[in-house]
């Protein structure tokens, strides 16, 4: 599991960080609004720790930038700013929940830790993609009607890719952050969409998943012009 931590305060990021990481949590910090909304965009976190007062992008615009995107992760917001109308607004522009400073450690575990059950059964639900469909709860694919039998390690991928549809998965951000491996052997990602492109992208049906060259793979419903 990776954890962003967005927070400009360097000793209480490293605070964060190191319980973080004694608590077998993964962990990567960005130290302002826009390079955080970055790392964000270009990565599978499972969840988000988020300061509201970052230098040049606030929390609550990095906040309203990642529901945009359809970014799907839990957003916890950390604070100082404790006023009624400061939490609310944060739920109401999409973060999941809000913890003020200072807060004891073992809480925020605690909450790190609800937000990822409920997650775990948001999740729980079907994502469709033009024709194919996903049923993350029984972990059951169809495409066009059809069902497909994945492995562990296709059906992760696959996940991967429509809970991010539209958007660019690196073989890095494959490797590190869907199935939490050393990047250095990029080429089984390769062997994976290969393999999920047999079962999926079979013809006649029109291709879902697509290598962007120099960058990665994304998984998207067909153009009108791919799908005739």
């Known amino acids: 599991m990776k954890i962003l931590l967005i927070e400009d305060d360097v000793a209480i990021a490293q605070v964060i960080r190191r319980g973080l990481e004694n608590a077998r949590y993964g962990v990567d910090v960005a130290q302002d609004g826009r390079s955080g909304l970055a790392m964000a965009s270009e990565n599978a976190y499972g969840l988000i720790l988020l300061d509201i007062m970052l230098p040049g992008m606030d929390g609550w615009e990095v906040c309203e930038s990642l529901r945009a995107r359809r970014s799907q992760a839990p957003i916890l917001m950390l604070t100082a700013r404790d006023g ?4 609310v607004r944060g739920l109401d522009i ?3 929940d809000y913890l003020p400073k200072p807060f004891e450690f073992p809480e925020l575990l605690a909450r790190i830790r609800a937000l990822l059950r ?3 059964v948001h999740r729980t639900r079907v994502v469709r993609v033009a ?3 996903i049923d993350t709860g029984t972990r059951r694919v169809t495409r066009a009607g059809q069902e497909i039998a994945l492995t562990d390690r296709e059906y992760t991928l696959l996940e991967a890719l429509a809970l991010r549809e539209g958007q660019v998965l690196t073989r890095e951000i494959i490797q590190e952050r869907v199935w939490a ?3 250095a052997y990029s080429n089984v990602v390769d062997v994976y969409i290969r393999s999920l492109r047999k079962k999926l992208d079979r013809e006649p049906l029109p291709k879902l998943i697509h290598t962007v060259h120099g960058m990665g793979y994304v998984l998207r419903a067909p153009r009108p012009e ?3």
């Open 226 to 228: 791919e799908a005739e």
């Open 131 to 133: 024709d194919l469909e």
């Open 94 to 96: 999409g973060a999941d």
């Open 84 to 87: 009624l109308q400061d939490r």
């Open 181 to 183: 491996e050393d990047s």
């Open 118 to 120: 409920r997650d775990k």
